[in-house]
């Protein structure tokens, strides 16, 4: 189960580098896909900032994998999950499109918890 768990942690921390890294090469084409329902425009700056950051999140885990314990870093992808629960609520609160929120953001929730009580309980 820890090699699940640790695997899981893994493709979430890439996953995440690989979104931010589509938001500083390719920002409008990539805000696309968020899940809004109106993505503003000109705005390439500011979803470059949040490709920056979606990297730092994705290099928090890594970091946690690579100097950490199961638990530490079971501990970073609980506090991590808060984004994608907070990107999800979002895309439903401005009526955006609810098989993204729920499909993309609110699954990355569910696996990062799951991967979570795999390596603080397991």
Known sequence: MLVTAYVL???VGLGIIYVG???L???EKTAKGFGLA???TGTTAFFQIKGVRDIGTGL???AAMLAGGPHVVGWVLLAEAFIPVGDMLIILRH???RAMAFGVHGLTAAV???????LVLG
Do not use: R
């Open 9 to 11: 942690a893994g493709l």
């Open 21 to 23: 890294l589509s938001y």
């Open 25 to 27: 090469f390719a920002p």
């Open 38 to 40: 109106t993505i503003p």
């Open 60 to 62: 928090v885990a890594g």
């Open 95 to 97: 009526k955006g499109n």
């Open 112 to 118: 990062m918890v799951v991967a979570t009580l795999l």
